[in-house]
Nanobody, 122 residues
């Protein structure tokens, strides 16, 4: 299995910044893609940013130009730099990782972190 440990959430003012990090730990899977989702109160979970299988970043329209996703592949760690935060960015942010396993059989599976709260308030 894959364990995802997130950190960096907290309280920020509008226009402020936060940096989220997520480290994936596994002894059986190869980590392929990684990304971030979020879920605000009363709303459905939505994609924030992710790396494609080609290794290029993809962003939700609502965060383009403000958020930046980066990755440290040797450490199986993904980051989300959030700048110019807005009230509507308030949500629980979830890290995701797609793992691949080849023995004893081929398995492709998405794993989720526990979530970290981001609150934007004045």
């Amino acid at each position: 299995q894959v364990q995802l440990v997130e950190s960096g959430g907290g309280l920020a003012q509008p226009g402020g910044s936060l940096r989220l990090s997520c480290a994936a730990s596994t002894s059986t899977f190869r980590i392929n893609t990684m990304g971030w989702y979020r879920q605000a109160p009363g709303k459905e979970r939505e994609l924030v940013a992710e790396f494609t299988v080609a290794g290029t970043p993809h962003y939700a329209d609502s965060v383009k130009g403000r958020f930046t996703i980066t990755r440290d592949r040797p450490k199986n760690t993904v980051y989300l730099q959030m700048n110019n935060l807005k009230f509507e960015d308030t949500a629980v942010y979830y890290c995701t990782a797609d793992g691949l396993k080849y023995q004893p059989e081929y398995v492709a599976q998405r794993f989720w972190g526990q979530g970290t709260q981001v609150t934007v308030s004045s």
